[in-house]
């Protein structure tokens, strides 16, 4: 069946300007998580859906990021005012329930320069 | 708090030989465990996990992972490594409980040599 897809898969933009990445779960997964992953580094965890519930920010690294959850499907992660230090593999990934296994999306690779 | 701590940031494993990657975590009750291998410019793949049951499990290619409760590990482990394992593996926690999201280690980046 289809995995978790994310959009576009290489951004490239200017320091200053908004970026929107794009995440769409597997069907019926309810819960869905963000992270970053810098070259060589681990996963930095960003925020997480889960069904209808608030979402957990406290991943977010800045006020510039943002993100929702539409009709509890496709995610957006918004972030503002991009810096070169936002340079990074971004991560999208869903799991059928609360604590199950997660399935990864390919990322969106994000440039800042 | 909660916590995931992977203590290896690197292992270097001839081919052939076995491997071990050591996992341990911090909480209160017994916990989903999952292990994650993401290869060189490549997507993060569930290796195995474990929910409950036989504390034994088995994943895919070859991997193996048992969960010791009175030392709170999942340890990670193969017997015979082949080159195509050099790739960074992650631990990771989770719980069906209200306000606790999975959590994962640090990574351990393995490296096979001929």
């Known amino acids: 069946g289809a995995g978790v897809s994310q959009s576009p898969s290489n951004k490239v933009t200017e320091k200053g300007k908004d970026v929107e990445l794009r995440c769409d779960p597997i069907?019926?997964?309810?819960?869905l998580y963000w992270y970053r992953q810098s070259l060589g580094q681990g996963l930095e965890f960003l925020i997480y859906?889960?069904?209808?519930?608030?979402?957990?920010k406290s991943g977010l690294p800045s006020d510039r990021f943002s993100a929702e959850r539409t009709g509890g499907s496709v995610s957006t992660l918004t972030i503002q005012r991009t810096q070169q230090e936002d340079s990074a593999v971004y991560l999208c990934a869903s799991s059928k329930d609360r604590g199950r296994e997660q399935y990864f999306g390919p990322g969106t690779r994000l440039t800042v320069t | 708090a909660q916590s995931v701590t992977q203590p290896d940031i690197h292992i270097t494993v001839s081919e052939g030989a076995s491997l071990e990657l050591r996992c341990n975590y911090s909480?209160?009750?017994?916990?989903?465990l999952f292990w994650y291998v993401q290869s060189p410019g490549q997507g993060l793949q569930l290796l195995l996990k474990?929910?409950?049951?036989?504390?034994l499990v088995q994943g895919i290619k070859g991997f193996e992972a048992e969960f010791k409760r009175s030392q709170s590990s999942f340890n990670l482990r193969k017997p015979s490594v082949h080159w195509s394992d050099a790739a960074e593996y992650f631990c990771a926690v989770g719980a069906d409980t209200g306000g606790f999201k999975t959590i994962f280690g640090a990574g351990t980046r393995l490296f096979v040599k001929a």
């Open positions: 909480y209160g009750a017994t916990p989903y």
């Open positions: 474990y929910f409950s049951g036989d504390t």
């Open positions: 859906f889960q069904g209808n519930s608030a979402p957990d």
């Open positions: 069907s019926g997964h309810t819960a």
